[in-house]
T-cell receptor
Framework: QKEVEQNSGPLSVPEGAIASLNCTYS??????FFWYRQYSGKSPELIMS????GDKEDGRFTAQLNKASQYVSLLIRDSQPSDSATYLC????????????FGAGTRLAVHP | ETGVTQTPRHLVMGMTNKKSLKCEQH?????MYWYKQSAKKPLELMFV???????ENNSVPSRFSPECPNSSHLFLHLHTLQPEDSALYLC??????????????FGAGSRLTVL
């Protein structure tokens, strides 16, 4: 079982719709969860972090965490073509130093 | 310069060559990382340095040798690589403690091709 699993996509949504990206993780002791965005040919950049069960909103982005189900998601409201990228879910492994484990990413395509 | 700078951006080498990748961060961070990104595979953590001490070596073959002379600079020395080592090598930095420890800033990457 992979430590962090994501559907590779592509997830295709029309402009203005809600894009829903999902991630599951295997280590029940994980405490910190992150979403990074990576445009083609660029390096990943952090867009959201979440540490507690429930929802966390930042502009058009909402991260949702359910530790009991070992599930974290990212919702993008009013999707724009500029949101087209690969979204990487990352989980901080408990203990140790700053060990972020990444999923393989979900490619999102927002079409006009 | 700002952020995290990696050089070279592209590198082609033969299996018998020795080369080095360089990373420099201008963010005042004290933890630095090497990640490997291959097509359609997750980012693989290779090495972590915190306060210039290597704190993570993620079962990386010895043909990859990291060096962190100070908190701003990180190198990855390469020798006798294999074609399967061809990938994008990403350097990142963060604070080593506190909530900033979870926020990685990545460089643009070094695209390595091994012939």
């Amino acid at each position: 079982q992979k430590e962090v699993e994501q559907n590779s996509g592509p997830l295709s949504v029309p402009e203005g719709a809600i894009a829903s990206l999902n991630c599951t993780y295997s280590d029940r002791g994980s405490q910190s969860f992150f979403w990074y965005r990576q445009y083609s040919g660029k390096s990943p950049e952090l867009i959201m972090s979440i540490y507690s069960n429930g929802d966390k909103e930042d502009g058009r982005f909402t991260a949702q965490l359910n530790k009991a189900s070992q599930y974290v998601s990212l919702l993008i409201r009013d999707s724009q073509p500029s949101d087209s990228a690969t979204y990487l879910c990352a989980v901080k492994r408990p203990g140790g130093y700053n060990k972020l484990i990444f999923g393989a990413g979900t490619r999102l395509a927002v079409h006009p | 310069e700002t952020g995290v700078t990696q050089t070279p951006r592209h590198l082609v080498m033969g299996m018998t060559n020795k080369k080095s990748l360089k990373c420099e961060q201008h963010l005042g961070h004290n933890a630095m990382y090497w990640y490997k990104q291959s097509a359609k595979k997750p980012l693989e953590l290779m090495f972590v340095y915190s306060l210039e001490e290597r704190v993570e070596n993620n079962s990386v073959p010895s043909r990859f040798s990291p060096e962190c002379p100070n908190s701003s600079h990180l190198f990855l020395h390469l020798h006798t690589l294999q074609p399967e080592d061809s990938a994008l090598y990403l350097c990142a930095s963060s604070q080593s403690t506190g909530t900033g420890a979870n926020v990685l800033t990545f460089g643009a990457g070094s695209r390595l091709t091994v012939l």
